[in-house]
Structures are given as structure tokens and as C-alpha cells.
């Protein structure tokens, strides 16, 4: 089992950065893709960022592409999301979440998820 934290939310104004952390424990050896989504009021869970460990490779959503960046320590078992010029829709509660597959992006993909961190961005 894998048990994942996330931190580093909070209330930023318009243009503001933050940046989110996850650390993740337990049995974390097979978990080769991380990621972060998001969920704000009234919407389905979307996919922020996620990064292959096997593939090298990153994914973002269109939504945060050129402003959100992913990074990834594999020694310390930890997923960060470098959020930059936030905006209001950015506004939500963030996840992040471990994959056993090569590669996920569809949240019914992801093995294990974090409890969320809120991230409210004022105007």
C-alpha cells in the first residue's frame, strides 16, 4: 500500500505562485506514474499534470500548459507542481495520485490518491 500527503496550498492572488508537494510512503516501489488533478465545486475530477518514470515523460493539461511544471524525486519518493500565474479558475482542491501502469492520465487510472490540498486564487 501506498499513502500519499500533499501540501503547500493556500490563498494567492491573480498572477501569484505556489507550489504543492507530495510525499509519498509505504510500498512505493512499483508506483511509476505520479500525478496531480484537480477537482473545483460542481466539475469532474481533471487532470493537472503527470509525470512516467519509465517513459521520461510529462503530460499537462491544456488548462495550465506554459504555467504548471512537475517535478519529480524518485530518492525521496516526492511529486512537487510549480504552479505559476494562477488564475482564478485555477481555484480548486488538488490531488495527487500514484500509478502503477506506464503511464496514466484518466483519474480511474491512478492506484492511490492523496486527501486533497485546497488552492483558492482571488482576483
Known amino acids: 500500500q501506498v499513502q500519499l500527503v500533499e501540501s503547500g496550498g493556500g490563498l494567492v492572488q491573480t498572477g501569484g505562485s505556489l507550489r504543492l508537494s507530495c510525499a509519498a510512503s509505504?510500498?512505493?516501489?512499483?508506483?511509476?506514474?505520479m500525478g496531480w488533478f484537480r477537482q473545483a465545486p460542481g466539475k469532474e475530477r481533471e487532470v493537472v499534470a503527470a509525470h512516467s518514470r519509465s517513459r521520461g515523460s510529462t503530460n499537462y493539461g491544456d488548462s495550465v500548459k506554459a504555467r504548471f511544471t512537475i517535478s519529480r524525486d524518485n530518492a525521496k519518493n516526492t511529486v512537487n507542481l510549480q504552479m505559476n500565474n494562477l488564475k482564478p479558475e485555477d481555484t480548486a482542491v488538488y490531488y495527487c495520485?500514484?500509478?502503477?501502469?506506464?503511464?496514466?492520465?484518466?483519474?480511474?487510472?491512478?492506484?492511490?490518491w492523496g486527501q486533497g490540498t485546497q488552492v483558492t486564487v482571488s482576483s
Open positions: 495520485a500514484a500509478s502503477n501502469r506506464l503511464y496514466s492520465k484518466a483519474a480511474y487510472e491512478y492506484d492511490y
Open positions: 509505504g510500498r512505493t516501489f512499483s508506483t511509476n506514474t
